[in-house]
């Protein structure tokens, strides 16, 4: 952690590599609230509600604080306020498989999300202690992350991807390797569903 990112077109398996990697974490970091974004299910495809885990299922911000639950799903809520949470409670990790609606362009100034991402090694929480937020953020529109964002990510995760834009940007922010875009973008192209590259 504290600030991963996915990538990779739609289906290219962004969703289950995550949620594999919260499985794990869920037990390797017992002091960490794991606030989840759902943004629902489509048949066939796999589902936050099958994380192999205890866990409730949420439907407002105040809910949680009401009867808090380590590890949360938000359903209906959007990631600011879910971002909003995990700054306001603390010692947590926002996780949102995708965030495109609150990375995309004209949000991101003000959203509880770029602080997490740029300082959330050390963020104080609504009590005022000094905690540490993470978070783990996919999107299949790399292209269209804030100009900002680049060098803040600590791990980054690149699976295939077929757009030109797309490989320009992750060539760009030197995600993945390449002498041009063209040949950036066979590697991508060349990667099958749940086949990621990381970086560093
Ligand atoms: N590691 C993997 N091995 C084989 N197939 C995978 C793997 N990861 C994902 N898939 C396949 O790709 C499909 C889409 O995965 P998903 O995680 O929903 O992608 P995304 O979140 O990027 O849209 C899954 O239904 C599954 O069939
Ligand atoms: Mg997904």
Known sequence: ????????????????????????????????????????????????KDLPCDKRIFRSVGEWWHMPSRVALFQGVSGDEVAQLAIDCGWSVYVDD??????????????????????????ANRAGEITEVHAM????????????????FDRVYVGPMVAYNE?????????VNGRN????????????PGEFLSWP
């Open 1 to 48: 952690m504290p600030a991963t990112l996915y990538l990779s077109k739609t289906g290219g398996g962004k969703t289950t590599l995550m949620r594999s990697h919260v499985s794990d974490l869920v037990t390797s970091s017992p002091d960490l609230v794991f606030l989840i974004v759902d943004h629902g299910e489509v048949a066939g495809k796999p589902a936050w």
């Open 167 to 175: 490989a320009d940007r992750v060539r760009r922010e030197g995600w």
């Open 98 to 123: 995708e965030a495109d609606g609150v990375v995309g362009e004209g949000k991101w100034k003000e959203n509880p999300l770029r602080e997490i991402v740029k300082r959330g090694r050390h963020i």
């Open 137 to 152: 953020l996919a999107t299949h529109r790399p292209a269209n992350l804030p100009t900002d964002v680049g060098g803040t």
């Open 181 to 192: 875009v063209a040949e950036t973008l066979a590697t991508l192209q060349g990667l099958q």
